[in-house]
């Protein structure tokens, strides 16, 4: 069947598009702040591994990006808050020049934190008054704000997945914060409903991005794709579901795995989802919040796409393709936790199945892999110049993720929105949903 | 314009249909041994990288995969030749049990090629018994062995490819067989004819595998995609054309790189295809037939996805997906050089180009390079069991390539046929094609 | 000739000796914390590379040395401040239990310089009232005080060796101090006195150490060694002789170097000391001052082993023995910069050379390479337990420096003192001086 | 005590100095072909790893050796065989020019092993030429044609190791060589000989090479140690004493250990000397005989000095120096198996202890390692020219070994011999004896 009822209909990005984009920066700036207020200096300086990067440098560079495609190029007579910083914060843009190595970032104990916070503050001022100037933005100006928001909003996420990973490698595991917010250890001993199938006809579908609101390149243009008829789990797996996996030898039988996935499972001595560690009969599982007994009926998170494809190889089923996954996603779907509301974990969904077709968990919670390769939609263009390099470069041996997670802002996901990971990464706040094709 | 004109039809696989089972053995099977011929024993002894292996490996595997999935399963009373060797030989079948480590095929200087020669006539002894008895073969069987047949093919391509590399490595850079056949340096000093643009309007499409000819099960079911209107160039992109690339920079502008094949320039310092080699003010080009001056009109060989897709960026085109080849393949589709006429390298093409809209060299000459991730099509299923492991377990981080090599037997590829290496592979005969969105 | 007067005799370590053991712990106390003053949180908790350990790590493993072989097995009812720190900042003590891994120091943002630094309060509090106790402490106890105290001051000079390092990786360069103390920038523009040679007869020597005062195990027993005739040179080698050495293609001709030298210069394409850059026409030096011109007069520093070798052997000499070091600095030994004086750079030795057989810089401003591996000392016995792992188990593939240098305290080091590197080495403060067999 | 008697002594070099040079060069030229003799074409090409190279490789480096340092300065008109291969067969002799790199021994298909014989027969046809001419050869020229020849005769050892290590990789251990010779399975069930210490005096000593027969450089020159009293074990440790080293916990125990041992055991899972297979209860060895049962009696084949110095920690003894095994090689020392008597294995020294203070096994049976890292003696000078580099740039990071092995020709070590590995080198036949301080 395929609902066309929508109980809790996404909210349109457009809905925040009233708000001014003077507004919109200072909100999303105060965001990343409050983000890193928990931590002390040490905790922002320290690079844990290449892909991660030090919470100082989340901080600087969100301000580089709006000081280099904004600032320097726009507003007459802007000075550079420091010279050296177009290299040293330059993440990976070749046109505008040296960029300081990555691996090298938590080499950096200057600039200070009170420093990159001096920075940052330079900037807003210098962003606050272009944006407040009588006359409007040039569109090309304007969106380029917007894209410099949208940016500082995926480090936001980073800031957590990387504070998460640096914290883990430290035997006294410490907590980034600890509070009895929502989703606080459930003391709902109910098991995750019972996963339901929501089926979809075959068809011509269109998929991509199509309004005037904001969305990345890489969610354009809109087009067609043709869909066998397919179905889609109800909610995303749940750690039961995983641990009965495990239990089956889920990670000791070659023939559930990819090969470059066997390889991966063999040479690391991969037996369970990241950040889970036994103890004692059970599990505990180290999240933002510290060490906390495993909760059952939340989705498995810290999966690499190796995972959710063996689990699925194992369940007689298999990944969505971001097609059938966007074209799911217009049904009625349920959100989970998000940045906003900062739980800091998913949330648990206890107690029995609805039976109206809805996708629970479809936004926010987990990140859900696709079975889809990251690669350009037909028609596909990259912008001109530096900001060319967002998005595309990076369509090589990377797996498409939907939906969003806890740790992304409500207002940063849509429908079309495609992030994007090599197979074997684990530290995002990333599970899966099951699909499969029609009967 | 989409021509229905076919000038040079592709032969349809089932015109060797009707072959007996047991020539296509035998015919298989001594062309392995010919390709092997000009070889001394040390020649097959060595491998050269991880991903080559040793020819005499290879004429022992080919042989193993009779034994093990035909043989062993099928003939009562079956003897394998040396238990030792269902370990030794086994490729990546886990469902069979224990590999012999890839890496370290090439320490295997016992069995002896003498040796391995007897176990090819063991296997073939058996095999012809079991092809030439009175009952006809079951169905499943008869499959097998056909699948066989089909394996050891792509075994054939492999002992050149692994060869040249292997060669390669020798500062004396000896050829694997001189001979003054065609494919001798070009007398025809005349450029390829100008490059022209086949169109073809959008619609709905089918692609895969239908006919009751054989095919590997990647190939297959046959589905629809949607494609937008494109283009596809008239042959593929030649040396002349690739030295204008390297002129004007091309391997060292960022902008037209995927990231991950810049690094992979910069780590690897690569600045030409593999094995071209400068000589004075010019460019030679090792062969299978030793050192040669690059042939301008011929199709550039030994390119990785990324000087592919770079060289796609810099020319303002791009690589067809495989949907696109695919459906272009089925239009006036002219052949190169293919294994069987053993010219060992690509045919080159001179001289003003043709105006019927042909696709020129589209089978044999070099593998095209696609933008499309190795992925399944929908409804793909894999076999049951070990031979499941053919194919399925590879569809991660590997784009496919179309359309067969001069090393490729003519009866194998077909316009359906995918094979698929990782981005940076180069050792393979590989080429490509431009394609571009319609106007 | 061999000298026996004394101008400038090395103070006994005896010298020392009345000094109250609580003062001396006191002293040393303060003094690491002095060196860690002109640095921020972020500066104390970076780790540069595996063999670096961030300032953090080293303030908190000298109070663990004092803490589990003083305190916690002395001292009835002791209260460990963490106990995990016992696993946490245990550097490489089997037999004290688990170990935090070395290259993993740097992820430990917790716990923070302040609970550090109140680790440092509670051992300081438990270690004054054993020191002050009214009854003498057994010999055993005040031994590993006096041990405790000795490396303290090893670590001491690797704060500053470990820092440099550190922020020779920020592109900024900034300084870990400026100052206009001594060892500022030479206005005295005369070059280094000419290199005389003091030369010592063919005899029975004896080395080692001996009298009551303390020593590392490693300098004992105090034994017997023949030694042929020989000479050292008067001072150091300066930078202006090394840069004569590199115009005269000292990196680039192999019969020069030891074959792994050779290797590591090519691998590594070294070119020059280690912190030196090429400024124009001229050489900067990046110095624990800041980047400043490289003074030709000073010892050349940051050199590997494998460099003094060269060096060497292109000088038509050869390094000393440590038999020879030591016999040639019961000589006229001249003193140049320790940690005491702040000045943070070696001392520059300009004008006419002295004509009275004094061997300058003998101590402190470098250490010397010797030629001699580091090896036992015949009848060498290694303490019973834990503290027995101080020195035996590294007398393997490192080779033997000697005299201390700018970071060395003075009261630190003496004759006999074995300080011990791997032949690659050049982060630390390491120099040479030539010696020859007698004509 | 310190005998003087001497029941077998040793042969002085000098005895085979009255053999005509070209009867010498002869001899060992055989030699090496009758090594190579059981082995395929494909056994000789292969390598098994960077540090061993292909038995072929040795037969052409040893031919190239006679050919660039001897035939091309000193014969006019001698022209190379194939110029190619003077880099090709280049070892490490940077004054030579170019050298083919060494892990890529293994991937020179061509020359091939017949090829390899010719190169070898036309060196000999000008060999024997020039060793047959009227005129006394110069002594600069007869010095080096000896220095070939005991060049080679290093080589012949190494084609032995190589060629084992190659064997040990192919899981159906193929035997290089099987015969009853001597050294078969020891029918001789008797344990060995209880151990016994010899005495050593101390004082000054004089060890090296003085007479005029050859010997190499690093041998010289003669020079005075001062040794204090030691004693050396009467027959090296053998296999059963080190089974209970190994049930001891040996390999699991730090406090044994080398800091960089114990770094090595660990990550690479060592808990047995190299070519050790447990089978069932007990333990097999693999050798150039094939796969035998682990003689118990015999020494102890195939460790590091990592497990030498471990296990001498374990027993409450030490390792020689090299001045002890030389000073105490003086003495009545007994022979094991060399090369010339074909057996392939150390020889099986059972039955009840001599009490005539003898050392046995003092020659031949296993190299030693001693605790003397390899360093130049006082006074030591390199020849000039590429010649020089034969022994000297060796001298960082590596131990010396004496005495000789099994497969060292009988006529090529002496006292005086030196050999050299790197601490973690087990693919010699390195075994050890026992030394300890003088009560």
């Given at each position: 069947m395929t609902s066309t009822r929508h109980l809790h209909r996404v909210p349109s990005p457009a809905q925040t598009r009233d708000t001014p984009l003077v507004d919109r920066y200072d909100q999303v700036r105060a965001a990343s702040l409050a983000l890193a207020a928990p931590l002390s200096d040490e905790d922002c300086a320290i690079q844990s591994m290449p892909d991660a990067s030090p919470v100082k440098w989340h901080l600087a560079h969100t301000s580089w990006f709006f000081e280099t495609f904004v600032l320097a190029p726009n507003v007459a007579g802007y000075r550079a808050f420091d010279p050296a910083y177009r290299m040293l914060f330059n993440s990976y843009y070749n046109a505008v020049g040296e960029k300081h190595p990555r691996p090298q970032r938590g080499l950096l104990s200057r600039p200070s934190r009170a420093e990159v916070a001096a920075?940052?503050?330079?900037?807003?001022?210098?962003?606050?008054?272009?944006?407040?100037?009588?006359?409007?933005?040039?569109?090309?100006?304007?969106?380029?704000?917007?894209?410099?928001?949208?940016?500082?909003?995926q480090h936001q996420e980073l800031i957590l997945t990387d504070v998460l990973h640096m914290?883990?490698?430290?035997?006294?595991?410490?907590?980034?914060?600890?509070?009895?917010?929502?989703?606080?250890?459930?003391?709902?001993?109910?098991?995750?409903?019972?996963?339901?199938?929501?089926?979809?006809?075959?068809?011509?579908?269109?998929?991509?991005?199509?309004?005037?609101?904001?969305?990345?390149?890489?969610?354009?243009?809109?087009?067609?794709?043709?869909?066998?008829?397919?179905?889609?789990?109800s909610r995303p797996v749940c750690n039961a579901e995983f641990l009965a996996f495990i239990a089956d030898g889920g990670y000791r039988r070659p023939e559930l795995w990819l090969s470059e996935g066997w390889d991966w499972v063999n040479v690391r001595g991969v037996d369970a989802p990241m950040y889970w560690q036994r103890d004692g009969g059970g599990w505990g599982q180290f999240t933002l919040r510290g060490m906390r007994m495993l909760d059952l009926a939340a989705p498995v998170c810290h999966v690499s796409l190796f995972e959710a494809d063996a689990y699925a190889r194992w369940a007689g089923a298999r990944l969505p393709s971001e097609a059938e996954w966007e074209t799911a996603a217009a049904d009625i779907a349920i959100e989970g936790h998000f940045q906003e509301g900062g739980a800091l974990v998913p949330r648990t969904v206890a107690g029995p199945a609805r039976n109206d077709g809805a996708l629970a968990q479809m936004y926010g919670d987990v990140w859900q892999w696709t079975q889809s390769p990251y690669s350009p939609y037909p028609g596909y263009r990259t912008a001109p110049g530096a900001v060319g390099e967002y998005n595309g470069k990076f369509m090589c041996?990377?797996?498409?993720?939907?939906?969003?997670?806890?740790?992304?802002?409500?207002?940063?996901?849509?429908?079309?929105?495609?992030?994007?990971?090599?197979?074997?990464?684990r530290w995002q706040f990333s599970g899966f949903r099951l699909a499969r094709d029609a009967a």
């Open positions: 920075y940052r503050g330079h900037v807003d001022a210098a962003m606050r008054s272009l944006l407040q100037q009588r006359e409007p933005l040039s569109p090309d100006v304007a969106s380029l704000v917007v894209l410099g928001i949208n940016h500082e909003q914290l883990s490698h430290n035997p006294m595991l410490p907590a980034y914060c600890t509070h009895d917010g929502p989703g606080g250890a459930s003391d709902d001993a109910r098991p995750a409903p019972a996963l339901a199938w929501i089926g979809f006809d075959p068809g011509l579908r269109e998929i991509g991005h199509a309004s005037e609101a904001f969305a990345f390149d890489n969610e354009m243009p809109r087009h067609r794709v043709y869909l066998e008829g397919f179905a889609v789990a041996n990377q797996f498409v993720l939907r939906g969003g997670s806890f740790a992304t802002p409500r207002s940063h996901v849509r429908a079309s929105y495609r992030n994007f990971f090599p197979a074997p990464a």
